[in-house]
């Protein structure tokens, strides 16, 4: 019995001496990943990428593109880097004062979040407006008109862009206090009038022969006009070269 023990004793002490201690490293728990840094994204953030976004695809050189959405849009957090804005669905017809927009937010993996919005919308420029009545044949050089930023969203036909006391055009039609002079409302003007006498100018080569004819029509440098010989009554066509000469067309 003695002899027992001792050898369950022996065997105890060599399973004990053989198995090495457990250290604290062993029992502590691995380190965490850091969580993915995030910001907050405001509504002024959203709306000044989406107009950013709105005015590279959309808008272009027409103008300064301004948004704000009708209802307001809780901040958000989001992930600390580069944002874009992918369009999903916008109008047919484009930017227009009031439209509903779908879209999403995304970094360069991932959405991050999507919206449906409904947007309002205006275009500012630069352009030409009377700042009085004007008549129609008035010379832009001498026509009360002026310089506004206006929004030209509403707007559907172009503008009339010209330099500022051009004396080569004039209105072509009268504007009202506060109308933007649209691209039809301004012609070239006329340096030859219907019913004046004018130089028709024949050219064959080296041959060139000139008589006296009467214009039938208004004429601006380059257009092609109506005009009467009086002797023998027959009507001809020409380009206005000047003030006095009408180039007929053979």
Not at 39 to 63: A, H, N, P, V
Not at 74 to 88: C, F, G, M, Q, S
Not at 219 to 231: D, K, L, V
């Amino acid at each position: 019995m003695m002899r027992f023990a001792t050898q369950l004793l022996i065997l105890i002490t060599a399973l004990s001496l053989g198995k090495p201690a457990l250290r604290a490293a062993d029992t502590a728990k691995a380190p965490e990943t850091p969580a993915p840094a995030t910001r907050q994204f405001s509504e002024s953030d959203l709306l000044e990428l989406l107009t950013s976004s709105l005015q590279d695809e959309y808008i272009k050189d027409r103008g300064e593109l301004e948004l704000r959405f009708t209802r307001p849009v809780p901040a958000r957090p989001v992930p600390d880097e580069p944002l874009a804005i992918k369009v999903l669905d916008m109008p047919a017809n484009g930017v227009t004062p009031t439209f509903i927009i779908r879209f999403e937010l995304r970094t360069d993996t991932e959405t991050v979040a999507s919206w449906q919005c409904s947007v309002q919308a205006r275009v500012w420029r630069e352009v030409w407006v009377a700042r009085s009545a004007v008549k129609r044949g008035e010379p832009i050089a001498q026509a009360d008109l002026d310089r506004q930023r206006r929004d030209v969203l509403t707007l559907r036909e172009p503008l009339a862009e010209f330099d500022a006391g051009d004396p080569t055009l004039e209105l072509n039609e009268p504007l009202q206090r506060g109308a933007p002079v649209l691209a039809r409302s301004v012609k070239a003007r006329p340096v030859i009038r219907r019913g004046q006498t004018a130089d028709a100018l024949v050219q064959d080569g080296p041959l060139s022969i000139t008589m006296k004819v009467e214009a039938l029509e208004d004429g601006a440098p380059g257009q092609i006009i109506r005009a009467r010989n009086p002797q023998t009554r027959r009507d001809i066509r020409g380009k206005v070269l000047n003030e006095q000469t009408i180039q007929l067309l053979l």
